[in-house]
């Protein structure tokens, strides 16, 4: 380099700039930022930080109060750079996150906090790890936080802060899951579907069946449309990104597809997009009407795991119709597409790779008749047009 500090360049409208690593490779950076002065403020911090291998002011603290803020979170900023997928619910998640681990720190290991990030040796980090676990237990929430520790310490080697990462290869806590997922029997779920009176609403039982019977998850449920709506077909193009309910994107694995409605959930469609225009209620009231469902049908005559209905979850649907079309003798890949699973391919023929698979397979709406037809025997099968009068 002929100056001091790297000369900045703009990719779109990020400035961006090069510099030589402590390993002597040329390295393409992004400042995250539009503003020039900011940029340059930023590439003078960054190339002082690596001059010295690490920065002395600044604690795990600061880092971390980093991630609570979007417009300072560094997975953000790199998402920025590189394109990748880091939306409002990451965020969010990671804002959590870093807020638990303070708390949890401050009350277990205060010290630590304030200290140096180049000074806080291995050893420490795997101490957190278990005061973490006495705090959360051996849940998801723990293993979500000890892995933002984690992150953590890797930004910071990547950006300069710290010579080395000391978390290298520390193992994940290992969580084990709160609930139980169940696959509901077909049979009770007809049962319960023929009985109105288990529902607090004429909606939520409509949801219901929607859910039991075409596998949508909660997010594409909840931003369905009438527009999406194509005879006997349902176009699932979008979801809702953020918990609340405001961003509206693809759906998951970003994968759009065309599916063929059973009768039984033609007419549920049909019967709430008769008032309305979208379906308008949150993601915690459906998990609310869905808790009250299974209570009350756990109740009913015939039922032979009560436990797995009062565990009953909008997810727990999707399980069930994923159960029961598995062992219904359809092929794989029309089961993988109508519940639209990342890794159809595999699930085919291991050896094969899945991007090759899916580039070369194309599924339509008819393809999927044979699966709505299925649905229809399974849970819908003469309880279409009873619903329809009890409606």
Same mark, same amino acid.
């Given at each position: ?36 002065? @900011? ?21 795990? @603290? ?8 979007? &417009?300072?979170?560094?997975?953000? @900023? ?10 409002? @619910? ?23 906090? &304030? ?56 193992? &994940? ?170 890794? /159809?391919?595999?699930? /085919? ?43």
């Amino acid at each position: 380099m002929t100056r001091l500090y790297p000369s900045l360049y703009k990719k779109g409208a990020i400035w961006m700039f090069r510099y030589t690593n402590l390993e002597g490779n040329r390295v393409k950076k992004s400042t995250g930022t539009e503003n020039k002065t @900011r940029a340059q403020q930023y590439v003078r911090e960054f190339v002082d930080k690596l001059g010295v291998g690490c920065d002395p002011n600044r604690t795990l @603290r600061e880092i971390l109060m980093l991630y609570q803020n979007p &417009d300072t979170n560094p997975r953000l @900023r790199d998402a920025r750079m590189s394109g990748g997928q880091y939306g409002p @619910r990451y965020i969010g998640k990671i804002t959590r996150d870093s807020k638990s681990l303070i708390a949890v720190m401050d009350k277990r290991k205060r010290k630590l906090l &304030d200290t140096a990030m180049f000074e806080i040796p291995r050893v420490e980090l795997k101490f957190v790890g278990t005061i973490i676990v006495q705090e959360y237990g051996q849940t998801v929430k723990a293993r979500g936080v000890y892995k933002l520790l984690k992150l953590v310490f890797s930004q910071a080697a990547d950006d300069g802060i710290i010579n080395a990462n000391p978390a290298v290869g520390l193992p &994940d806590i290992k969580a084990t899951p709160v609930k139980t997922l169940y696959a509901l029997p077909p049979g009770e779920i007809k049962n319960v579907i023929a009985n109105p009176a288990l529902f607090p609403s004429e909606l939520a039982r409509d949801l219901f069946i929607v859910m039991a019977s075409t596998g949508l998850r909660r997010s594409e449920l909840l931003a369905l449309s009438p527009s999406q709506i194509k005879g006997s077909a349902l176009v699932v193009d979008r979801a809702f990104k953020d918990d609340c309910m405001k961003v509206i994107g693809t759906p998951k694995w970003g994968k759009v597809r065309v599916l063929a409605l059973p009768t039984i959930a033609q007419e549920a469609l049909q019967r709430i997009f008769s008032t309305r225009v979208e379906i308008g209620i949150s993601s915690r009231l459906l998990a609310t009407w869905m808790t009250a469902v299974g209570q009350h049908a756990s109740e009913l005559k015939g039922v032979r795991i009560p436990e797995a209905w009062t565990a009953l979850t909008p997810h727990m649907l999707r399980h069930s119709i994923n159960s029961m079309l598995r062992v219904s003798g359809l092929p794989d890949v029309l089961v993988s597409e109508y519940m639209s699973w990342a890794h /159809q391919s595999l699930m /085919q023929d291991p050896t094969m790779d899945q991007s090759m698979q899916e580039r070369y397979t194309h599924l339509y709406a008819e393809n999927l008749q044979r699966v709505a037809d299925m649905v229809d025997h399974l849970i819908g099968e003469e309880c279409g047009l009873k619903l329809s009068k009890t409606v």
